[in-house]
């Protein structure tokens, strides 16, 4: 059985994409921030008739912590086939770029760029025993440089400074990443579910659950002759070559 490791999967998108896998037949295990909270989550997958999941404490901002779940999966299984790093936050009440505060953008990246990297590094040796890992990293429209640039275009003139630069780093990253294993099976991709109604919007948005939670799930079953290195916002750019970083 193919196993996979998702950040943050707990609730929302994170908890779709491992309900998703697991019904492809993957073994999931559910990382979240606290143990109860992702058992909480693989018993309500249980009641669906979902068995193949496990909860794994996982702090992304804990050095100490990724290693513990790296433990705790190793000790399971010697192969991971996909890695979703889904965990993110958005750093609550937007702030200008001119007057957000060091410890605001620390916060933000502590988790959504040097967790991304962290769990990455610790499961990359896990990753490079499965015949076609796959690692899914979850950005955002917003994120696109090419979009954002253009100042004067009222359909992007809501901006999160600090989510935004996060997320960013996070496609250089991917694109980085893709680079170095492009010589072997892997694909890394990053992947936007979509404006989503979960808490982390306030249940506003333009896309379920359901839909994310599938864009995401598309690139994690990638075959072998799929793309890498790529970014795709499918609820934006249908059509994946004119989606813009």
Not at 43 to 66: E, F, H, R, W
Request: glycine content about 8%; charged content about 15%.
């Amino acid at each position: 059985m193919k196993s996979a490791l998702v950040t943050g999967a707990n609730k929302g998108i994170g908890l779709e994409v491992a309900k998703r896998l697991a019904q492809h037949g993957f073994f999931v295990y559910l990382g979240s921030r606290s143990l109860e909270s992702g058992q909480a989550a693989v018993a309500q997958l249980n009641t669906i008739g979902l068995t193949n999941l496990a909860a794994v404490q996982v702090d992304v901002t804990s050095p100490d912590s990724i290693q513990a779940a790296r433990t705790v999966i190793g000790e399971k299984t010697s192969v991971l086939d996909v890695l979703v790093n889904n965990a993110g936050i958005s750093g609550g009440v937007p702030q200008p770029a001119l007057h957000t505060t060091l410890a605001q953008f620390r916060a933000v990246f502590e988790t959504n760029v040097f967790g991304v990297a962290g769990v990455t590094q610790a499961f990359l040796d896990l990753l490079g025993k499965s015949p076609q890992p796959r690692i899914v990293n979850v950005s955002t429209a917003m994120a696109s440089l090419a979009l954002y640039a253009d100042l004067a275009n009222e359909n992007f003139a809501y901006r999160l400074p600090v989510y935004q630069s996060s997320k960013a780093a996070v496609n250089m990253y991917t694109i980085n990443l893709a680079h170095e294993l492009r010589n072997t099976p892997f694909k890394v991709n990053a992947v936007c579910p979509g404006y989503t109604k979960t808490d982390f919007t306030g249940y506003q948005g333009t896309s379920t659950v359901e839909e994310a939670g599938q864009r995401i799930v598309k690139y994690a079953l990638l075959g072998p002759d799929g793309p890498t290195g790529q970014y795709f916002s499918e609820e934006y750019f249908p059509a994946p070559t004119t989606c813009p970083w």
